[in-house]
């Protein structure tokens, strides 16, 4: 199709030509080859139309609206450049159209090597406080403002350890101290509980894979609202729940029976093991475990929880047997480290 | 007593005639962010003072940030509001083109003097550094256009970030500067502007209490400050959590450290000295309860000016509430208040969470406009879905108290903070007892002030904030136990119709109002003996 | 839109005699080309022209054609190059890169369908030549005018050598489709250059449009109120006219011209010592190229990011120092390299006018010339460095003195007599390079209080 309309204007712009040509002979006077003049205009005109409505149609779809302008466009770089117009514009408008170069190559960007800071940060020489600190000045101190400030010292640390802080200064008799506990607790849980909910508004849009990884991503923002103690009580029996079931809706289990399921994702089944033990249904937590062992996750990171679900159900042969085989070095003072020396003894 | 009053009130306002005076109003009440756009606790006091004293003329000066955000006035003026401007300090009023100028700079010289003045604590400036302060956005100061544009303001600005600012990014203190300066020119504007009243009345330090120090000073009238909350604490924590201002040390640092930013500090610090400001010019400062009191000494307040009205309600209004209710306690936690951060309504549904599992016949209804701070709102709306409560939560919107307060058993206050919060008045006056969080005057409220009002008996329970488990708790030790409910119920009628009756309010207003006009006829008296 | 620049620089870290000749070469070519070249160029027809038997009168004509056609097309698309360049460069700042094609199309087939519909009418009306002839007028100034339009895209291309190899075979092929046709004899010309303009017009643009892919095909954004600057637009124009308005007064003043062809005049007597002269600014153009749009935009660069990525006063500060030195080594070394080229000529120049066959009597004239050229570098560079500041306002007050001192000075030189001329070019040139130098270090010394306390 656009061939025909093209060679159309092929046919017109010759004629044009030759009418051109032949006026041009037709005599010295000045206005004796008007009438050929006018016609090789018109000649060029439909010409330039056919051109143009050739060339539109085979633009890229992106190209083509709107029509009036992009027709009216070519046309016009058609009609003002006779000939020329029409190499150029196939030259350089639909070829190179079809052709962008490749951006990978304009990606890349030279940058020059960054300056040092003019001035340098202020380190403190030696930290003005450690966690454990914190807790007793907020337990202890007798000066609100001291209070304060170690409330405003837990910006540094992860919610997981700021928690008591916050928890403990939420009753504070002073005002103040109260209020700041508060917004750096709640800030903390908004900015879990804002992510579950856009997760859980694009859930049902998604496809069959990406709604997998939502259910298990919603499932692990759960387990971090647990983990770091921004919930408590009757909530938190609540949000096990909702951790519980995206996880199950991810991994494709029912509740009864979650050893059926192939071992896909077994970073999803550590965690389910997980939540699971949270919410004491142990012999299912043993399978989930199990399950992640055999999708390939290291042993060693799954015997301290093998051992305490040992330790719930009361067989400390077992817990005993599992801590022997911990290999993992701990670090000195902290909990798993204390308590893999106890059974050892 | 109170047809005297009246009296004497008549006298003063024809004398004032008398003398020759134009004036637009009596009291001029400062408002940043409340009456008449927002609904809440302030505005129904603010309502309630102008309905209260029909005889005192009253202008309303609204202060705002920006005008997209306040929709139409939420309240009917009463007759006596005889003047209503409105201004947002956020929109600049210069629509000048930046231009180039030298600028005053024997006006910057003076600013230094007044800045060092701030600086230290406690002093307050002489008369001549207060006229550099009330020279603000007048030729012979510093101008609006001197501050944006001129070379002085800039040499100004360098020079103290050269010597004071430990924040390396000069990007950001040169906006904290614009940003923390720029309202004061509109300030500056509104005291030049306003028709004259006689006295200033302003229910708020921060703006609007800056507003009324300057309006002092250029016309030598009297100045009232009323207090509900403390405003430069709430600044003061909005501030420390503020994720606009950057903190340089956070970058660098992982110690534990409560080092604050310059510009973090810079900002904490600002809002303290235009209180301090409000409070050097005023005269009487009043709180609502014995708390703020001394909050207000302790952050600058003259120990001798400052004094406590406490909220009152119109008790017999709540009769007929009081007599609507039925004879069994109905299952209902009421939350009145606006869906707003502040009343942590999150803890609220929370806690229905928890009673839903004892008792799942409780309900718990959020009664109050839901326009403030819509994204809350939606918070709140999908936490009760995620928490499955759609059956046992209800947000009602805006309604009639009077058609709600009898079917309530429970009325429940959740909030981070409070002053003295008017529901609970008109929750007891109504027979509800009430569960509020340890804030304010709440616990005053609840379990008395003094020795007699302490032997009444406790009206409900105090909770502490965020501790959904302990409001459960203490919901069902009132809703379980019928004879304490109605202890409390017989403790909380008893409590507001001694201690909190409107009358007691209004006469009080009234007296503060009345000692004003007169120091200000004297002023006036004295200004035109002496010319 | 300097990406040629750093690109050169890198030539120039390999730091060798023969890689510092090779990246002044192509700086040369690429900022000085397209001007230079068309200069040589035509003179080269013109000489085989005339060896291949076409009469000198057609030759004569044929170039005072093309110099009217490059003339024309300059000023009427001067203030579209500038006002463009900024649209385009805007975008880029902006990420929006997809908005460049449709823009760049509706920038031509203004400039081109404007020019189009301006100048058909004095031509057709104007010459009485073949309407052949009119039409191949007509056309080499369409495409001239789009062509300098393209050409914007040139200092922010990075691929040199392609540059450079495109304008050698734009320019072949424009030599040789003259020669070929020159049994037409001015016709023909007139289609070689055409052909040869042509050439590099769609090659161009075919490169930018495969750089560029676009959402559309046209778009006239750029006209946007909000989004451009007509304040640009008059200091393009101004500029151009400024440059050429001696030139006019000479060709149309009857004692120091005479008629060509049609309307068109020429004089003798100024015009090739100028063209000549302008031959010479090659080695400040490279200097230009390297120093300014590379070592200067760099440290421009720098001075903003410091500002935007919130450094202290005092890094600022030193970055504006270091901005300052920037710009003015570059404004030294093309002092430098300028003041060489003109002693040399000022040594050689009577036997380099000897060695083309062109009278002696010019000497004066074209060594005058070759100064005001090199000082026009200058103001060149000074322009440039205000643009990456963004004093729009002063811009347009030092071309707006340019044009008037040329205006003013080149009609007292018609009035002191013909020992003086060309120094009214000269002196309005000085006299802008010096305001401009003035305004700049003006513009320095408070740019950060205008940075931060003026903006907006």
Known sequence: ????????????????????????????????????????????????????????????????LPTSRSLGFLFSVIWILPVLGVLGILWSVTAALKRPRNRSLKDVQTIALPELPFSPPFIFPTPPYSEGALRQIVHFAERPLKRLKAVMATRSIPAVAAMPIWSKATRDPVDDVRLLAYAMKDDNEKSLTDRILVLAEALPGGGPHMQTVYHKTIA????????????????????????????EASLRVSSTEPDTAEI????????????????????????????????????????????????EQGCYGQVKHYLS????????????????????? | MVEQVKADFLEANLSAARSGERTVADIGLLLEGTYPYIRGGVSSWVHQII???????????????????????????????????????????????????????????????????????????????ERAFTGLGSPEGISEEDFLYSKASWEYITHQYRRRCTEPSFINYFWAVRAMHAPLFVLARIARELPPVRAIHSISTGYAGFLGAIIQLRRKIPFILTEHGIYTKERKIDLAQATWIRDHNDDVCNTLHDEMGYIRGLWIRFYEQIGRMAYAHASPIVSLYEGNRLRQISDGAEAEKTLVIPNGISVQRYCVALEKRVNEIPPVLGLIGRVVPIKDIKTFIRTLRILANERPDVQGWIVGPEDEDPSYVNECKELVASLGLQNSVKFLGFQNVLEILPQLGLLVLTSISEALPLVILEGFASGVPCLATDVGSCR????????????????????????????????????????????????????????????????????????????????FAELSGAT | MAGIGFEIRKILERDSYWSVLRAYGYAGVVSGGPWALSILSIMMIGILAVMLGVAQREVNAFQICVTYLMAASLIWSGGMQLMF????????????????????????????????????????????????????????????????????????????????????????????VALAASAWALNGLLLGVLAGHGYLLFSFLHHIVREYPGNSLLKLDFLDRKRSFYSLFAVGTLYYLAVWVDKFIFWFVPHTSEPVIGPLRASIIYDLPIFLAYLFILPGMAVFLVSMEADFAEQHERFYKAIREGDTLMHIEYRRDRMVYAARQGIYEIFKVQGITVALCLLWGRDLLHAIGISPLYIHLFYIDVVAVSVQVLLMAILNVLFYLDARREVLLITACFFITNLLFTFATLQLGAETFGYGFAASVSLSAFLGLFILSRKFNRLEYETFMLQG
């Not at chain 1, 937590?285 to 015997?303: T, V």
Request: charged share 20%; proline share 4%.
């Open chain 1, 220 to 247: 692990a923002l759960c387990w971090e609202l647990l983990y770091h103690r921004l919930v408590q009580g009757a909530l938190r029996q609540h949000w096990i729940q909702m951790a519980r079931r995206h996880m």
């Open chain 2, 51 to 129: 309905s209260g004293l029909p005889d005192i003329r009253f202008a309303v000066v609204f202060i705002g940030g920006e005008s997209g955000m306040y929709g139409p006035a939420q309240y009917q003026f009463p007759p006596n509001v005889t003047h209503v401007e409105t201004h947002y300090l956020l929109q600049g009023q210069t629509n000048s083109k930046p231009g180039a100028r030298r600028g005053n700079a024997r006006a910057f010289e003076k600013m230094e003097a007044l800045h060092a003045y701030l600086r230290r604590e406690g002093e307050m400036p002489g008369e001549q550094l």
């Open chain 3, 85 to 176: 360049t900024r649209f385009v460069a805007d975008r880029a700042y902006a990420g929006e890169q997809a908005e460049v094609l449709p823009n760049l199309f509706g920038a031509l087939i203004i400039t081109m369908g404007g020019g189009f519909a301006l100048f058909a009418p004095p031509i057709f009306w104007l010459f009485d030549g073949p309407f052949f002839q009119q039409l191949l007028l007509l056309t080499n100034f369409v495409v001239l005018s789009g062509l300098w339009i393209a050409l914007i895209f040139l200092s922010g291309m990075k691929a040199y050598r392609r540059i450079v190899w495109t304008l050698a075979k734009g320019y072949t092929i424009g030599i040789i």
């Open chain 1, 1 to 64: 199709m656009p061939g025909l309309v093209m060679l159309w204007g092929l046919v017109a712009e010759v004629l044009a030509g030759v009418l051109l040509w032949l006026s041009e002979g037709a005599g010295e006077e000045a206005w004796a080859g008007a009438p050929g003049v006018f016609g090789a205009i018109i000649l060029h005109t439909l010409s330039s139309y056919f051109f143009a409505q050739g060339f539109w149609r085979i633009l890229p779809p992106r190209y083509k």
């Open chain 1, 264 to 311: 896909e994702d077994p970073d999803a089944w550590l965690l389910y093991g997980r939540i699971l033990l949270e919410s004491q249904e142990l012999d299912k937590a043993k399978a989930a475990f199990g399950n992640a062992r055999a999708g390939g996750i290291d042993e060693q990171k799954i015997l301290p929880w093998l051992a305490e679900i040992a330790f």
């Open chain 1, 325 to 345: 085989m911990l290999s993992r070095t701990c670090e000195k003072g902290k909990e798993l480290a204390l308590v893999k020396e106890w059974w050892n003894k």
């Open chain 2, 444 to 523: 005053e409220l609840i379990e008395g002030r003094g020795e007699e009002d302490r032997g009444l008996g406790a009206a409900g329970s105090v909770v502490f904030i965020a501790d959904p488990e302990g409001t459960a708790k203490a919901a069902r030790q009132l809703l379980d136990n019928p004879e304490r409910w109605r202890a409390a119920q017989r403790a909380g009628l008893e409590r507001v119709k001694r201690y909190y009756d409107d009358k007691l309010m209004f006469s009080s207003y009234r007296n503060l109002y009345q000692q004003a006009l007169d120091r200000d006829s004297e002023g």
